[in-house]
C-alpha cells in the first residue's frame, strides 16, 4: 500500500503529466462515485486545469486555476497513471488536451477501490478535517515552502510525549508527524537501533534524533529506488527495493548477520534484529 515515498513519486508524475494542461474530459466509473466527494461531479472540472500539485503526508492535493483542489488519497491499492487506454481496474479517467493539440490520458487505477478523491471549493482544503489533523511532514520535496522544515528529534520528542504505545504503532498516526507507514516505521527503527515495541514514553532525545533521521533515509532511498512511471506497492508482487527489515523476517541482519524475527504488534506485521533492536525490558528511560 502506498506510503509517503510512493505518494510523492505519484505527486511527481502528476506535475509532469497534467499542470498547465486544459482538462476536456472526465469519466468517473459507475460504481465508484460512492468513493468521490463532489457537489456538482468531478466532470464539473472540464475546462479547468492544474496549475500545481502538491504531498501533504499520504494525500495529493491539486490545485486548480478556479482555486479549487482536488484532493486524492490513494487507500491501498490506488495510483494515478498515464494511460494511452482505458485501463484495469480504472474507476477515474481525466483527458487533457495537449499543448500541440494531441489529448492526454491519466487515470485513478486502484484495485481494491478503497482510494477517496474530492473536489474542494477554492480556500477549503487546508481547513479540510483530513488535512488539518496532520502532524508536520518528516519530510519535505521543499524545505521553503509553507509547509516548514521537515520534523526534526526534538519536534518528535514533543509531538510523542508521553505516549505509552509502542514506538512502530505510535510513528503510524499521522497526527503527530504525517505520512509515516508501517514500512516507513519499521525502516526507521532498525536504522534507529531501538525495537518496534518500545514504550514511546521511554525513548530519550538521541533516540529521536536517529529516528528522525531514519524517517528521512528511508523515504529519500525509496524515492530513488522506485523513481517511475508507475509505482509498484509490496501488494503488487513488488519486491525488489532494500528493505533492511520490512518482509526479511528470518534473514541475517544486514548490519550483524544475526537472524531478523518477526511478530504481530497491535495486528501489524513487525519485524526487528533481535541484537541490533533489544527488547525494552521495563518502562524506565533508555540509555542514551
Ligand atoms: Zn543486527
Not at 33 to 60: Q, T
Not at 100 to 112: N, Q, T, Y
Request: proline content about 7%.
Amino acid at each position: 500500500m502506498p506510503e509517503l515515498p510512493e505518494v510523492e513519486i505519484v505527486r511527481e508524475n502528476l506535475a509532469r503529466w497534467t499542470v498547465d494542461r486544459p482538462l476536456i474530459a472526465v469519466a468517473v466509473e459507475p460504481g465508484h462515485e460512492r468513493r468521490v466527494h463532489a457537489e456538482e461531479g468531478l466532470e464539473a472540472l472540464v475546462g479547468d486545469w492544474f496549475r500545481a500539485w502538491h504531498r501533504r503526508g499520504k494525500y495529493l492535493l491539486g490545485e486548480l486555476a478556479s482555486g479549487r483542489t482536488v484532493l486524492s488519497h490513494l487507500g491501498m491499492t490506488g495510483k494515478w497513471v498515464a494511460t494511452p487506454g482505458e485501463r484495469r481496474f480504472q474507476r477515474i479517467g481525466l483527458t487533457f488536451g495537449g499543448s500541440d493539440g494531441s489529448p492526454r490520458d491519466v487515470a485513478l487505477v486502484d484495485r481494491r477501490r478503497l482510494s477517496l478523491t474530492w473536489l474542494l471549493a477554492a480556500d477549503v482544503a487546508s481547513s479540510h478535517p483530513r488535512i488539518a489533523s496532520l502532524g508536520p511532514e518528516p519530510w519535505s520535496a521543499d524545505p521553503a515552502s509553507c509547509l516548514g522544515p521537515p520534523a526534526e528529534g526534538p519536534l518528535y520528542a514533543e509531538r510523542f510525549a508521553g505516549l505509552r504505545r509502542p514506538l512502530q504503532l505510535a510513528l503510524m498516526d499521522g497526527s503527530r508527524v504525517a505520512g509515516i507507514g508501517n514500512i516507513t516505521a519499521l525502516e526507521a527503527c532498525f536504522s534507529a537501533q531501538v525495537h518496534p515495541a518500545t514504550p514511546t514514553q521511554t525513548l530519550t532525545q538521541a533516540d529521536w534524533a536517529r529516528i528522525a533521521a531514519g524517517v528521512r533515509q528511508h523515504i529519500v532511498r525509496t524515492l530513488d529506488d522506485e523513481r517511475g512511471d508507475e509505482v509498484m506497492y509490496v501488494n503488487d508482487g513488488a519486491g525488489e527495493t532494500a528493505f533492511d527489515v520490512y518482509g526479511r523476517a528470518g534473514e541475517p541482519c544486514r548490519r550483524c548477520a544475526q537472524l531478523l524475527r518477526s511478530a504481530k504488534l497491535g495486528g501489524r506485521p513487525s519485524t526487528w534484529c533481535p541484537a541490533c533492536q533489544p527488547q525494552p525490558t521495563s518502562g524506565s528511560k533508555r540509555d542514551a
